[in-house]
């Protein structure tokens, strides 16, 4: 397949990732607008590399480089880093795929992959129903039997795993990271392994 043909396998792929999956999911149109220009600047630099005889390493050095940088302008959650990842993995794919005289369907088959990956993992309706939240408690609690049976009670779910992570006797408050899953029937909800703050009720 030729250099531009793959250039518009990943323009494709990158508005289907950005447009069609992450942005109608989870909403967040600073991170849709970081995806695309991810993904188009990693494409275009991994372009010009392929042009000259040393691409394929210094295109591998460039994916380790980037694999390090992290976003501290905001908080983004493990599947914005997922989909993060994705960007970058489509742009070299796209730029580099045509290298080393490898076969034309191997680059646009990978990038399809990885398209179908995030569709598939970040669906709601795939394991919807668990959430992962630290939760801030106005009492002191700790015997972790009473704290999972409050937990429970407050949250209307059944906890499955948690960290108390800080229990202040003189503020009379507990900080849990709790994992829990909600009952049979519930509406799943894009973003519902996001951490959040929530407060508790004696």
Avoid: C
Wanted: aromatic share 8%.
């Amino acid at each position: 397949m030729g250099q531009l043909a793959l250039f518009g396998v990943d323009l494709v792929a990158i508005a289907v990732l950005t447009f069609g999956i992450y942005f109608p999911r989870h909403r967040r149109r600073d991170l849709a607008a970081a995806y695309l220009g991810l993904n188009v600047g990693v494409l275009a630099v991994s372009g010009v590399l392929a042009q000259s005889a040393i691409g394929a390493g210094l295109g591998l050095g460039l994916f380790g480089v980037l694999s390090i940088i992290r976003l501290r302008s905001s908080e983004i959650a493990q599947h914005e880093v997922a989909y993060y990842f994705s960007a970058l993995a489509i742009g070299l794919l796209g730029g580099l795929g045509g290298l080393g005289g490898l076969p034309a369907w191997m680059a646009p088959t990978f990038i399809a992959v990885i398209v179908v990956t995030m569709f598939v993992g970040d669906h709601p309706r795939l394991l919807g129903r668990y959430r992962s939240q630290t939760v801030v408690l106005d009492t002191a609690i700790t015997d972790e039997s009473r704290l999972v049976a409050h937990l429970e009670a407050l949250l209307g779910a059944r906890v499955r795993a948690l960290t108390v992570q800080k229990v202040d006797l003189v503020n009379d408050t507990t900080v849990v990271e709790v994992r829990y899953e909600l009952p049979v029937g519930t509406t799943a909800q894009a973003g519902s392994g996001a951490t959040s703050a929530f407060a508790g009720v004696r």
